[in-house]
């Protein structure tokens, strides 16, 4: 099975901490991921530290959701945007999209994917409060938290696979 195939969102993890060197493997797949004119808007906080982990479940989750498992992944890694780049403010002007964004997402995934080759579970958490965020991580005010990724050893057991629209609906060959 290929890791796209594999890859589901962990909600479930053993209370361990992870390698250091895991953890390094991951931001550099983030790290060489493509940007809108290789501009690079991510920036990254990894939070090891249990209590600033317990501090982000706690403080900066939305509620409605719940989300304590998030409390025994070994890391959660917080994503910033940087939009200081003057082609930032212009180009999204002009066609309407927010590149940055759309930068942000790929480099989490690629980040994922390579959690999952190391057989790490992965979930992205965009339900947050961006400032709690920013104040627990400490970024400036020119950084704006887009999601965190919780990373941990998944419990495969409890792991579930989600139902996806079918190709014929997405996809318009012409
Ligand atoms: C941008 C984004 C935000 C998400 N936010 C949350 C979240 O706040 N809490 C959560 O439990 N899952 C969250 N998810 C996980 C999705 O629920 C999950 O990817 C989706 O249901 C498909 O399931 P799968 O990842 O297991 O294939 C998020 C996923 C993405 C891509």
Known sequence: MS???QRTSCRAYEPKPLPREYLELMLEAARLAPSACNKQPWRFAVVEDEAMRMR?????FLAGIPMKWAINAGAIIALGMEKSAITHKIAPKISG???PLLDLGIAGEHLVLQAEELGLGTCWIGWIKPKKVRAIVDWPKGIEPVGLITVGWPITEKRKTRPRLPAEEI????
């Not at 982000?56 to 900066?60: I, N, T």
């Not at 996809?171 to 012409?174: C, D, G, M, S």
């Open 171 to 174: 996809i318009k060959w012409l």
């Open 97 to 99: 999209v927010d590149y």
């Open 56 to 60: 982000l479940v706690d403080e900066a």
């Open 3 to 5: 890791l796209v195939q």
